[in-house]
């Protein structure tokens, strides 16, 4: 198969591409490091020719409201209109767990306006929405941080791998379009600021962990099961946090 991967150079989207390669499948990274953007449409059509499966992974490039709202839907828009063109038979696109629970945050409603986009366009698609990647703690850390300490919620968390949602993808995008949505998380569940409090710790990271249940996350207020999926219905990676933080 040919499978064109959107943001091919981010986390994901790398890990993506060495695993479907892995599998003896033509991969082109698209971003905009390989002269392809799907928010100007450049180099869209040319990586597209001739493809059978393409892989939105693309993070953005801001949190912002306005312009995340901007990214996601331009850059979709671009990239189901060359499917259309190329004849590409199975969209997919990664997303986030609990993504329609909060509207507060801009960023959120922006990935709620993609899947939308991408259900309503009439293009065979499978969306596989993911818990907070490990990987990403750091950066949760950071963006609540005043100073020393960190303001977190203690809502719960259901973090995985990267590596973990990865491998779902690849199994994703070289099957059967699933025409729906597919959660995947990891097989445990915290509370954020435990989570945060226990990698820090982990790292060495002196800063204190303060536990906040008002404390707003992507610029909206979680509540207790916001950001974890519905019991029984996610495909459960294997990776714990405790082995990812102390691999080997």
């Known amino acids: 198969m040919k499978i064109v991967v959107i943001g091919g150079t981010g986390l994901i989207g790398a890990g993506l591409v060495d695993a479907l390669r892995g599998r003896g499948h033509d991969v082109v990274p698209a971003s905009p490091s390989s002269g392809v953007d799907a928010v100007t449409g450049k180099g869209l059509a040319a990586a597209l020719a001739g493809a059978d499966a393409v892989a939105d992974v693309a993070k953005g490039r801001s949190v912002e409201a306005e312009a995340?709202?901007?990214?996601?839907?331009?850059?979709?828009?671009?990239?189901?209109?060359?499917?259309?063109?190329?004849?590409?038979?199975?969209h997919v696109a990664l997303s986030i767990v609990g993504v329609d629970r909060l509207p507060a945050s801009g960023h959120y409603r922006a990935k709620v306006a993609?899947?939308?986009l991408i259900e309503e366009s009439g293009i065979a698609y499978s969306i596989v929405r993911a818990t907070q990647f490990f990987e990403f703690i750091?950066?949760?850390?950071?963006?609540?941080?005043?100073?020393?300490?960190?303001?977190?919620?203690?809502?719960?968390?259901q973090p995985v791998a990267a590596a973990?949602?990865?491998?779902?993808l690849a199994d994703i995008v070289t099957g059967p379009p699933l025409r729906g949505i597919v959660e995947v998380a990891g097989p445990e569940v915290f509370p954020l600021?435990?989570?945060?409090?226990?990698?820090?710790?982990?790292?060495?990271d002196p800063r204190t962990v303060i536990t906040d249940p008002h404390a707003p996350y992507f610029g909206g207020e979680l509540g207790e099961r916001t950001l974890v999926p519905d019991e029984g219905h996610a495909r459960i990676a294997a990776t714990p946090l405790a082995r990812w933080l102390r691999p080997g």
């Open 114 to 116: 993609q899947e939308r």
């Open 138 to 157: 750091r950066a949760i850390a950071d963006s609540a941080a005043e100073g020393g300490t960190i303001l977190l919620p203690p809502a719960l968390v």
């Open 164 to 168: 973990d949602v990865v491998a779902v």
């Open 193 to 204: 600021d435990e989570v945060a409090r226990t990698a820090l710790a982990a790292w060495g």
């Open 68 to 90: 995340a709202m901007e990214f996601f839907t331009t850059a979709t828009r671009n990239v189901l209109a060359a499917e259309r063109n190329a004849g590409v038979w199975h």
